[in-house]
C-alpha cells in the first residue's frame, strides 16, 4: 500500500478550537497520534498513560486520550467522530490510525490512495465453531 495523507480537523470533545492539517493514513498505526503540544493547546484531556512500538521496535509511553475527528473525503464530504489519541513526544507523530478508521467508519481504498465511507460496521463470526 502507498502512503498517502488526508485533511484533518482535531478538536477536543467540546468542540472548542480545532486544529486543521494534512495526516498521514497510517493503517498500521493502532491510535491517532498528534504532537502532545498541539493537543494540549487544544485542551485535550489524557485520561492515563500507554505503551506504544514504533515500526523500528522500539517502545515510547505517551498520555493517551479522545478527540474529536472532521475527516475530509474526495466527494467534499467529510466525516466527524470521537476516536483515541495518543500525545505524541515529537512532531512526528501526526498520524490517523486504525481505530479512528473503524470510529468513523472508513475504509482505504489502496488503488486510489484514498479514504471511503462504508455504511456497516463488521462482526466477527456469529456462528457456533464444532469440533471435529
Known amino acids: 500500500m502507498g502512503i498517502f495523507y488526508a485533511k484533518v480537523s482535531v478538536a477536543n470533545l467540546a468542540g472548542g478550537d480545532a486544529h486543521e492539517t494534512e495526516a498521514l493514513v497510517d493503517t498500521g498505526a493502532t491510535d491517532s497520534a498528534f504532537p502532545a503540544a498541539l493537543l494540549e493547546a487544544l485542551h485535550i484531556r489524557a485520561e492515563e498513560s500507554v505503551t506504544y512500538v514504533t515500526a523500528d521496535g522500539?517502545?515510547?509511553?505517551?498520555?493517551?486520550?479522545?478527540?474529536?475527528?472532521?475527516?475530509?473525503l474526495d466527494d467534499d464530504?467529510?466525516?466527524?467522530?470521537?476516536?483515541?489519541?495518543?500525545?505524541?513526544?515529537?512532531?512526528s507523530g501526526q498520524?490517523?490510525?486504525?481505530?479512528?478508521?473503524?470510529?468513523?467508519?472508513?475504509?482505504?481504498?489502496?488503488?486510489?490512495?484514498?479514504?471511503?465511507?462504508?455504511?456497516?460496521?463488521?462482526?466477527?463470526?456469529?456462528?457456533?465453531?464444532?469440533?471435529g
Open 58 to 72: 522500539s517502545e515510547i509511553e505517551c498520555e493517551y486520550g479522545y478527540a474529536r475527528f472532521t475527516i475530509a
Open 77 to 91: 464530504q467529510s466525516v466527524s467522530g470521537v476516536a483515541p489519541v495518543a500525545f505524541w513526544p515529537d512532531e
Open 95 to 131: 498520524c490517523i490510525g486504525a481505530t479512528t478508521l473503524q470510529s468513523l467508519k472508513l475504509a482505504v481504498d489502496t488503488p486510489d490512495e484514498r479514504l471511503v465511507q462504508v455504511r456497516m460496521g463488521r462482526r466477527g463470526w456469529a456462528g457456533r465453531l464444532e469440533r
